[in-house]
């Protein structure tokens, strides 16, 4: 019985800036891959081109179009002419094959001679993933570092989302008034006796939700309790230093709440907390 040829979805893509350039117009690709699916009895199930678009860029018609549903449903290959026609990214790359892996698809790409049907073709990309694995984890030691030399020289916002009471106006940290209400709330209430359950049912039940519109509850009452930007101080990690915006609770203040959250810490182990440095 023959056996059933397997059906290839061919995609050809070119950015502006290549449209000139000999090798890398849209016909010359697709002649490349044509070849290649007679050479070794592929049918050929589509043909997708994606004209004027940039390699970084997903957000790509044909591209997406070939990945929807029912379409992908028509081909067992991806071929590419050159891995960089497909994806410049090595991130994005990387989240396509695996993609294709759930799918049970494989990928060439016939000037990198890359077959992911082959065991060679399986080992390279392992040896291309890993390679983008150690990239993104430099880049995350990288901005890592960078941070935290800001936080030890106190250069300021390291770009953080503003907190619930604050919002952010030309870079700074500028208070919520209807907000820091809440906030100023929160603390009082635990101060008096309430307990962090008792607190969220307290301001759900009353319709004061959390700034994206979500009920409050004890994890993030603690973070909004720990967070040493209300007593106008900004931190990363264990690094603590004094900021230039309001504050919407006094620092004394924040440093009696984290001594009384400490407290009801069975653990002595446990019992670390942040205390502000004030001139007092």
Not at 127 to 134: H, T
Not at 151 to 160: D, H, K, P, R, V
Request: proline share 2%; aromatic share 12%; charged share 30%.
């Amino acid at each position: 019985m023959e056996e059933e040829k397997k059906r290839a979805a061919l995609y050809a893509r070119v950015s502006t800036d290549e449209q000139a350039q000999e090798g890398y117009s849209l016909d010359a690709q697709l002649d490349v891959m044509r070849a290649y699916c007679d050479i070794h009895e592929l049918e050929i199930a589509g043909e997708y081109v994606d004209d004027g678009y940039s390699g970084t860029n997903i957000r790509r018609n044909a591209y997406n179009f070939m990945f929807s549903p029912d379409e992908r449903k028509k081909w067992d290959v991806l071929i590419v002419m050159k891995m960089d026609r497909i994806h410049r990214n090595s991130r994005n790359f990387m989240d396509m094959m695996q993609d294709l892996n759930r799918h049970k698809q494989q990928f060439i790409s016939t000037y990198d001679r890359i077959d992911t049907s082959t065991a060679v073709g399986r080992f390279a990309m392992d040896m291309i993933q890993r390679i983008a694995q150690l990239e993104s984890e430099q880049i995350g030691e990288r901005t890592y570092m960078g941070m935290r030399e800001k936080a030890e020289s106190f250069a300021g916002i390291l770009g953080f989302n503003a907190p619930f009471g604050y919002s952010f106006e030309d870079g700074n940290l500028v208070i919520v008034e209807d907000e820091a209400e809440i906030v100023r709330e929160i603390y009082n209430r635990y101060q008096n006796g309430s307990t962090m359950d008792e607190i969220a049912f307290y301001l759900n039940t009353n319709h004061l939700l959390t700034k994206n519109n979500n009920p409050w509850n004890k994890y993030n009452l603690r973070t909004v309790l720990h967070n040493p930007t209300y007593a106008g101080y900004l931190h990363w990690e264990e690094i603590v230093w004094k900021a230039d915006h309001e504050p919407i609770i006094d620092p004394e203040f924040f440093n009696e709440i984290q001594l009384l959250i400490a407290s009801k810490i069975r653990n002595p182990a446990h019992r670390k907390c942040i205390r502000l440095e004030t001139d007092t």
